[in-house]
């Protein structure tokens, strides 16, 4: 049953139309001395010598894991990515004789083959279950941003990087601004990180939309520095200290008391939340933070308050109100 590869004029099988055809009675010395064989031309880099020597014991042996596991490296090494990662995924479920070097000769299949979230996944995996030696740790976090950079370069080719640039950014209407950044893919944040940042900085650029890129930076856990200025805010961020979107323990606080205040009162209790929540995207990062968390809630029931019964008793801060009333100007004007 002796198969020449497509070089010799015989085209050979794929792994998975070999493994279907089951095991065949054979001496055990013929496939020994194919397995060492197979080895010998590989250890010399001769792949496609050792590709078909291998081919051959999988050819008695199919799940032959040594056999596999030289098979897999030959493939990846000749350039035919798609059945090696086939072929490597099958021996990850036999059991590799060396579980590394697979997972290590997995993930590079990955990458190649351009699927870098499960190349991701794979090297998490391995870094958060500790299961690496320490002199194998910095090699595979290497791995890791090798396939980031990749990734990010890859996205950034099917993405008008100009578009980004502030001096065409700045054209666009405020819709239109937060449009391109919510189509951005995430692996495109950290190659158009400069401009990025370049946007959230100006003062011209939309507020929302530096909304949606700081929570995409803080998200995507890339780091920078960055100036940011919303009204009378204007603070310095480390984007990976960035507040909590979705836990911020101050947030938390004025919410509770917005509900324990107004419980029996749902009609006016849905109109405040909607208001609040709507400045808490609009104000972020910041969030009151000159004002008591006590201040804040009762100016936003006072506000609305005055919108139910036309009357405008607000008893706090002025200014806590001209913010208020700023911000939905704001909405107003972004929105007609």
């Known amino acids: 049953m002796m198969m020449k590869h497509k070089r010799g004029g015989t085209v050979r099988k794929k792994y998975r139309e070999l493994k279907r055809k089951g095991n065949v009675i054979v ?5 020994n001395r194919l397995l060492s064989e197979g080895m010998t031309f590989l250890k010399e880099e ?11 014991v999988l050819s008695y042996e199919p799940d032959h894991a040594a056999a596999l596991g030289g098979y897999a490296y030959c493939l990846y090494e000749l350039g035919e990515f798609v059945e090696a990662l086939e072929v490597c995924r099958e021996l990850l479920q036999i059991g590799p004789i060396h579980y590394l070097e697979t997972m290590e000769l997995y993930i590079s299949i990955l990458m190649q083959v351009r699927e870098f979230e499960e190349a991701e996944k794979m090297i998490e995996v391995l870094i958060e279950e500790k299961v690496l030696p320490e002199e194998r740790l910095e090699q595979f976090h290497q791995l890791r941003e090798l396939n980031e950079r990749i990734a990010a370069n890859v996205a950034t080719e099917k993405v008008d990087a100009s578009l980004y640039a502030i001096e065409n950014f700045l054209v666009l209407h405020p819709s239109e601004q937060e ?16 401009k990025l940042l370049a946007i959230i900085e100006h003062p011209e650029a939309d507020l929302l939309t530096k909304t ?7 998200q995507e856990k890339i780091e920078a520095q960055v100036k940011v200025q919303k009204f009378h805010y204007t603070g310095v961020f480390k984007t990976e200290s960035l507040p909590d979107p979705l836990n911020n323990k101050r947030i938390r606080q004025m919410t509770n008391l917005l509900e324990d205040s107004l419980a029996k009162n749902p009609t006016r209790l849905e109109l405040v939340k909607e208001l609040f929540e709507r400045h808490i995207y609009l104000l972020y990062p910041f969030v009151w933070d000159d004002f ?3 201040e804040v809630v009762q100016a936003y029931m006072d506000y609305t308050e005055g919108l139910f019964n036309g009357k405008t008793s607000f008893n706090e801060d002025e200014k ?17």
């Open 27 to 31: 001496f055990p010395t013929t496939v």
């Open 212 to 218: 949606y890129i700081l929570f995409m930076l803080f």
């Open 320 to 336: 806590l109100l001209e913010l208020i009333q700023q911000a939905e100007l704001w909405f107003e004007m972004r929105n007609g």
């Open 179 to 194: 449009q391109l950044i919510l189509a951005l893919p995430t692996t495109s944040y950290q190659a158009l990180k400069k």
């Open 292 to 294: 008591k968390v006590e």
């Open 46 to 56: 001769q792949y496609e010598d050792a590709r078909d020597s291998l081919y051959q």
